[in-house]
T-cell receptor, first 117, second 111 residues
Framework: GAVVSQHPSWVICKSGTSVKIECRSL??????MFWYRQFPKQSLMLMAT?????????EQGVEKDKFLINHASLTLSTLTVTSAHPEDSSFYIC?????????????FGPGTRLTVT | EDQVTQSPEALRLQEGESSSLNCSYT??????LFWYRQDPGKGPEFLFT???AGEEKEKERLKATLTKKESFLHITAPKPEDSATYLC????????????FGAGTTVTVRA
């Protein structure tokens, strides 16, 4: 149980184009999902909190107009990187909060490798 | 602001050589402390959540413990497949289920 998927697993795009990444909770409903980015040999940095049916909450320093987040249902959140540039190249990972045994656990997707050329 | 410090940064072990990883934390009201395993190019894999000082959890060769200031992840008789980066994260009551991560400890187990 508590499986989170991401699509695509990797994507290459040209500078100036937009890319959409999907995050799905496969066997549970997630009212809250999170989006992280991770640079090589670094830890995960939280970008934003995505709540079903409401606007995402962005961490300080994250451009909300560049990283558009939509949480349209209890099992799907999407991250769109708009007008991508090479510095946006990174590993993007989502997570979803699941109620397990009376406690909220956070499960991660497999990640999406974005390369902007 | 929640802070998490992991040590050492890297750990090289011989197969069967037990060791411990440390996670020191500062948080205003701990909701939970999480341990994850991350393999290169993959998302973190959930290992444990600890909620209160004195709590211990085990899974195969791994055992996690928690005090009021730190957590330890003990690896007993490791095997090469235990090679990975181990991440520690904290969640506070004041932070809406967000996780604050440490930098991780990269463990390499040689056969």
């Amino acid at each position: 149980g508590a499986v989170v998927s991401q699509h695509p697993s990797w994507v290459i795009c040209k500078s100036g184009t937009s890319v959409k990444i999907e995050c799905r909770s496969l066997d549970f409903q997630a009212t809250t999902m999170f989006w992280y980015r991770q640079f090589p040999k670094q830890s995960l940095m939280l970008m934003a909190t995505s709540n079903e049916g409401s606007k995402a909450t962005y961490e300080q320093g994250v451009e909300k107009d560049k990283f558009l987040i939509n949480h349209a249902s209890l099992t799907l959140s999407t991250l769109t990187v708009t007008s991508a540039h090479p510095e946006d190249s990174s590993f993007y990972i989502c997570s979803a909060t699941a109620l397990v045994g009376g406690s909220y656990e956070q499960y991660f997707g497999p990640g999406t490798r974005l390369t902007v050329t | 602001e929640d802070q998490v410090t992991q040590s050492p940064e890297a750990l090289r072990l011989q197969e069967g050589e037990s060791s411990s990883l440390n996670c020191s934390y500062t948080v205003s009201g701990l909701r939970g402390l999480f341990w994850y395993r991350q393999d290169p190019g993959k998302g973190p894999e959930f290992l444990f959540t600890l909620y209160s000082a004195g709590e211990e959890k085990e899974k195969e060769r791994l055992k996690a413990t928690l005090t009021k200031k730190e957590s330890f992840l003990h690896i007993t008789a490791p095997k090469p497949e235990d090679s990975a980066t181990y991440l520690c994260a904290v969640q506070s009551f004041s932070n809406d289920y967000k996780l604050s991560f440490g930098a991780g400890t990269t463990v390499t187990v040689r056969a």
